[in-house]
């Protein structure tokens, strides 16, 4: 193959046909994982094709600033100003407003099990996730809930259910490393998302049974046992991909002074389907031999003067998106390069791809960072405030979800049966109303 000079290890440069190559692509590593595995002796239910998917998504969050920026705007606009405990006030059989709970039993349980610290946890790995795993502890005698405790989703894994199981019986934590169990594998019983009360109560008859891990998610379509939050498809889309190599081969261009015509993105779903065409796959070597000529035939076709004005024929596949449209994914696309290099390349490639990026996570761009195109920073105060107020009534059936560990506390702890839980969010009213220009304002427990 001709010389081809490496600049990351995902994208390389050739001076051929002065065009960057960029082989980057989600891949597998979001694909779910279909059979049963066998960890410390029992049967899991992997979370992803190599039960890694989470450390592969904590990876790629790391390494690109709006998906980390995003997530930390979803996170602390699900906390709100944290979980409340309310009491309801009932006059004649009907409600007529809530007040400030003042149980001590109560408030020594939220200041015990650091009850803000566990729920800003637990809407962490909501927004990332979907997926949250909160551990139960009762006293010896089974009498009462004495502990709530976070259990991180990146080491949980849900055991797999067998042909009579109607739901997932068992929890398995682990710092599981590269899928495989590493150390001490902890399992532990799992409460029946329905007549969750009763089913501790059966749970409870067994003597070791003290621990017990609760399910609770945000649902979505065709997943049995991990749900897959919807703005996962910025990875299998290529925006992601665009987002991270864009800073990566524009320091490499001025470091190194590459005259650049083209860039070439190369989707790993293109590589997948070649191997198949071709019947190479799970050949490891034939695989690289089969990279290695079309990525010679790419380069001649770029390097060769009579190109020009020719036409290259590629696939492309559309991914589902967070808001139910469809994000384009092309097999192969290859960009002009017009100007030489001054660093001030791909800045409007960069804003769209950060743009689709926040689109797709639900954060709208003037109220998490500058809006890409000509109108940046155009909204006034007023559209911030309506739309800040939007997304924290979108927070809402997280937050239900959220809440459900509590309300069984509450009730297999017997506490007062109006007391309820609220998470508040400050307002932002306008000055005439409000000199001050914000004002704490309690959610509708119900």
């Known amino acids: 193959m001709s010389n081809i000079i490496q600049i990351t290890g995902s994208v390389a440069y050739s001076p051929e046909a002065r065009a960057i190559l960029d082989y980057s692509g989600a891949g597998d590593v979001f694909e779910p994982g279909a059979d049963p595995i ?37 996170q602390l606009s699900g906390y709100g100003l944290g979980i409340k405990p309310m009491l309801r006030v009932v006059e004649d059989g009907k409600i007529v407003g809530y007040e400030e709970c003042a149980d001590e039993e109560v408030l020594r349980f939220f200041e015990d099990n650091d009850i803000d610290g566990f729920f800003l946890e637990q809407v962490n790995d909501m927004m990332t996730f979907f997926n949250v795993f909160p551990e139960i502890i009762v006293n010896r005698a089974g009498t009462k809930i004495v502990s709530l405790r976070h259990l991180e989703a990146a080491f949980s894994r849900w055991g797999s259910m067998e042909e009579q199981d109607s739901e997932i019986r068992w929890h398995y934590y682990n710092q599981w490393e590269g899928g495989a169990v590493k150390g001490k594998l902890c399992r532990t019983p799992v409460l029946s998302r329905y007549h969750t009360y009763d089913h501790l109560k059966t749970l409870l008859t067994k003597p070791r049974n003290r621990r017990f891990v609760l399910q609770v998610g945000m649902p979505t379509a065709g997943n049995t046992y991990y749900s897959r939050p919807n703005w996962w498809s910025i990875f299998r889309s290529g925006w992601y991909d665009l987002s991270v190599l864009l800073p990566k081969f524009k320091a490499a261009l001025l470091k190194n002074h590459l005259a650049v015509r083209y860039v070439v993105y190369i989707s790993d779903e293109y590589w997948k389907e070649m191997a198949r065409l071709k019947n190479v796959a799970g050949d490891r070597e034939k695989e690289i031999r089969m990279r290695e000529e079309i990525t010679q035939q790419l380069i001649d076709f770029l390097a060769n003067e009579n190109t020009k004005g020719g036409t290259l024929i590629s696939t492309r596949k559309f991914a589902p998106s967070g808001s139910g449209a469809a994000l384009e994914d092309k097999y192969i696309q290859i960009e002009h390069v017009e100007s030489a290099i001054k660093g001030g390349e791909f800045i409007e490639d ?46 809402r059936p997280y937050r239900d979800r959220l809440l459900k560990p509590l309300r069984l506390v509450a009730r297999f702890n017997g506490w007062d049966r109006n007391i309820v839980f609220a998470v508040p969010d400050v307002e932002f009213p306008t000055l005439d109303i409000e000199k001050s220009g914000k004002r704490e304002t309690n959610q509708n427990p119900d």
Do not use: C
């Open 350 to 395: 960069a804003e769209e791809a950060n743009n689709i990026i926040s689109y797709a996570m639900g954060v709208h761009p003037n109220l998490n960072g500058a809006t890409p195109g000509r109108s940046k920073g155009s909204l006034g105060g007023s559209d911030k405030r309506e739309l800040f107020m939007i997304k924290q009534a979108m927070m």
């Open 38 to 74: 066998m960890a410390g002796g029992y049967k899991i239910a992997p979370w992803g094709y190599d039960n890694d998917l989470p450390a592969h998504l904590l990876e790629r969050i790391r390494k690109n600033d709006v998906v980390g920026a995003n997530l930390q705007f979803n």
